[in-house]
């Protein structure tokens, strides 16, 4: 029983979080301010993070909330 309540409540933090992202329009990225659906930042294998709207290399993700 308390899984099940503690898998409901995990879904319910999902989800008004992935509604506020889409309530916002997205990701803003930084470097290249262009508003997207999803976060442009990926693992890269060097342990950095890739920006590929940017196409380059960063150390913290250049993606942020995007406000109405």
Known sequence: MKRL???LAAVAALTLT?????DQGGFRCTLT???VKTCCC???KNGKL???LANKDVKRCCCEGAKK
Do not use: D
């Open 33 to 35: 301010g262009k508003t």
């Open 5 to 7: 309540a503690l898998t």
């Open 42 to 44: 990926e693992a890269a």
């Open 50 to 52: 890739h920006c590929t």
């Open 18 to 22: 992935v509604s506020a992202t889409q």
